[in-house]
């Protein structure tokens, strides 16, 4: 689970060595696809949380009358908006070596842990 408050990661896209990059697994493209998927786990782990914190504010009915701002709601959502992409965090997991990523050996149903090294 990511603390999202202690997220150290660039808020902007940065320009990324390549050969750092594919130094860190078997090629680039193994590189590329454990980011892609550690981002949409960041991602779906972000929703998840951001919909449970917003959903105690969920009324019931849904008279226009009664939709009125409320403070707490609006911080929480500029929040989460402040917060690095899911791409951009699951990158800089991935450069600091926090993620660990496994291969299936098609021939023997093996699976080898690769640390990020």
């Not at 782990?45 to 009358?65: G, I, P, V, Y």
């Amino acid at each position: 689970m990511v603390d999202f408050k202690k997220v150290k990661a660039p808020n902007n896209t940065t320009t990324r060595d390549v050969a750092d990059l594919a130094a860190k697994a078997s090629n680039i493209y193994e590189a590329v696809a454990v980011i892609g998927k550690r981002a949409n786990q960041i991602s779906v782990e972000m929703k998840e949380e951001l919909s449970s914190k917003l959903l105690e504010f969920a009324s019931c009915t849904d008279n226009l009358e009664e939709i009125f701002e409320n403070r707490e709601q609006i911080e929480i959502s500029k929040f989460y908006e402040r917060i690095p992409k899911p791409v951009l965090i699951a990158t800089q997991e991935f450069e600091n070596g926090e993620i660990v990523f496994k291969h299936a050996n098609e021939e023997t149903d093996e699976i080898s842990e690769s640390p990020i090294k």
